[in-house]
């Protein structure tokens, strides 16, 4: 496969903002930890099961769902992984880079890094944590896009035995003290572009070390005039890099000049030390730091291996990375899952700079990818994207939000093949349940029934819990609730939090899905987003779903908003694909897919909708957009 070539001048001078509009996920937060508190596991931060919190009560009965899914188990799929078969996921790591050694690990703006230059960097990044006084157990922050430095940062403080607090570079100070003080963290790794931020919120966090990098600093060895070019452009040109004043901080290149030159103390850590704090992205309220350890972690990706067999193993895959390093879908994706198979990744900083992605793109070619919903919408907009020869193409992955259905079948109609579901959440490290994966018939799919997301991952079970607090049958819809070696050990420092998610070892998931005969989930909607019409439940995912695909909506939200004859009606909020669309057309298409109490009430057509920076439209935003209005008027 080809290399990208040099870019032009303006190719790698992608904005701040650019550098990293990329997902993350979504959780709460949790409380300020002793700083001189010595290596942890996660066991001793929080129970992994508060069932303790919870009154004794009498057991629900089993439902008939439990283990039904085993019999549409694609062939060879195990019905449970070995979970022992890496000690840790530095094992892992040395493990995946020995083996592959001469292969490229990530490409970032044309520029690869080996597997072996990654196992290089990435100790010496260790060396010196610990020359720095790192401890195993403390909370090594990581401040990066999509870039080659994100990779190294992130095994380098694994080798050291620290664990990782990724963080999202596009934070505001307010979310960055909180998640810094939060965590604990005393050392931090931040691109320049976003060093300025840093400086505002580090007063009253316990930062010691700041590690500074820009975005060229890794692509290239020696005297590295390419990424010299690069940050020439970025700071005086293109004027990306504001000014900040950080005295005591250190170049990543420095850093690693002489982390190599000093010795490395390989750190004996274990499947139930912590590996990372993963705090959700705050769409339902606070920050909490899921407490993921790594056993946890490595479950999921040896679920996940189990689960694809040895369809990806034949060839050195290359999978194109537009999500995110640090959420903890493409963390675990396409960072650890496809480094298990040997594959390289193409990193993309901003994926809603469709244009720049398709520039990048014009040179490479790519076998797999995952994304998510309304970046696949985007890249479906493109004319350059839908011309693109896709013959190459094996697997397409989403998660983080629902699929639409309009778009999955644009998608199969432009690349002739399907794009498989999954569901997961940061709670579970993340992945929960894979729609089967069948590479020589992908493009058909027949396996998987509609709206599906899967079936439960190999040593998961998967349960839906009843408004009483029965179990659901076969059917019947109730949240969501998981048991597995991938669920987090609980929010760090949250026992409260912790104890409202955890009932009897079940973690309820906030999600209200549906299991068929065959053991296939669909999920029907968030608990908390659901929409109560005159005593009626309705479900925005499936107004979102009926209204995407009218041919001239681009982009659609719903939500409900207060009325005082039916408790609430529908509202959708829409971007426009056709200017001429009307309120009126767009809800007589919905009479016609909608029964009576479903049919949005109110439309209001928008420019643009709010999203996470991973693309999941935020609902909670335009609530709170709604209710600030209904404040108004009862004021006035």
Known sequence: MSETPRPDPASPAESAAQLAAAPEPAAPESALPRPDTPRMAASEVAPSQPAAAQPAAPQPAAPNTDGIWYASYPPGVPHEIDAGQYASLTHFFDDCTARF???????SAGSPMTYGALARKATAFASWLQGAGVQPGERVAIMLPNTLQYPVALFGALKAGAVVVNVNPLYTVREL???????????????????????????????????????????????????????????????????????????????????????????????????FLQYTGGTTGVAKGAMLTHGTVLANVLQAKAWLGKQLEATAETVLTPLPLYHIYALAINA?????????????????????????????TFSCVSAVNTLYSALLDNEEFRQRDFSGLKLAMAGGMAMQKAVADRFRAVTGKSIVEGYGL??????????????????ANQACPEGSI????????????????????????????????????????????????????????????????????????????????????????????????????????????????????????????????TEDALIQFCRQQLTGYKVPRLVEFRDSL?????????????????IAKTGKKSQT
């Open 101 to 107: 050694r001469e292969r490229v690990a990530y490409v």
């Open 177 to 275: 003290v909180h998640q810094l003080k939060d965590s604990g963290a005393q050392t931090i790794v931040v691109l320049e572009n976003f060093a300025a931020t840093l400086e505002a919120a580090l007063p009253g966090t316990q930062v010691q070390r700041v590690v500074v990098t820009a975005l060229g600093d890794l692509l290239g060895e020696g005297l590295n005039l390419k990424g010299r070019f690069i940050n020439f452009m970025l700071r005086h040109v293109k004027k990306m890099v504001p000014p900040y004043r950080l005295p005591h901080a250190m170049r990543l290149v420095d850093v690693l000049a002489q982390g190599a030159r000093a010795p490395h103390a390989p750190v004996a850590t274990h499947a139930d030390d912590l590996a």
């Open 336 to 364: 650890l899952i496809f480094m298990a198979l040997g594959g390289r990744n193409i990193l993309i900083a901003n994926p809603r700079d469709v244009p720049r992605v398709m520039k990048l793109l014009r040179h490479e």
């Open 426 to 443: 940061t709670e579970c490290s993340p992945i929960v349940s894979m729609n089967p994966v069948d590479l020589e018939h992908l493009a």
């Open 454 to 581: 899967g079936l439960p991952a190999p040593s998961t079970q998967v349960r839906f819990r009843k408004d009483d607090g029965t179990w659901a049958n076969i059917g019947e819809a109730g949240e969501l609730c998981v048991k597995g070696p991938q669920v987090m050990r609980g929010y760090w420092n949250r026992p409260d939090e912790t104890a409202k998610v955890f009932v009897d070892g079940w973690l309820a998931t906030g999600d209200i899905g549906i299991m068929d005969a065959r053991g296939f989930i669909r999920l029907i909607d968030r608990k908390k987003d659901m929409i109560l019409v005159s005593g009626f439940n309705v479900y925005p995912n499936e107004i979102e779903d009926v209204v995407a695909m009218h041919p001239g909506v681009r982009e659609v939200a719903a939500i409900g908003v207060p009325d005082p004859v039916q408790g609430e009606r529908v509202k959708v909020f829409v971007v426009r694909r056709d200017p001429a669309l």
């Open 610 to 626: 709010p999203q996470s920076n991973i693309g999941k439209i935020l609902r909670r935003e335009l609530r709170n957009e709604e």
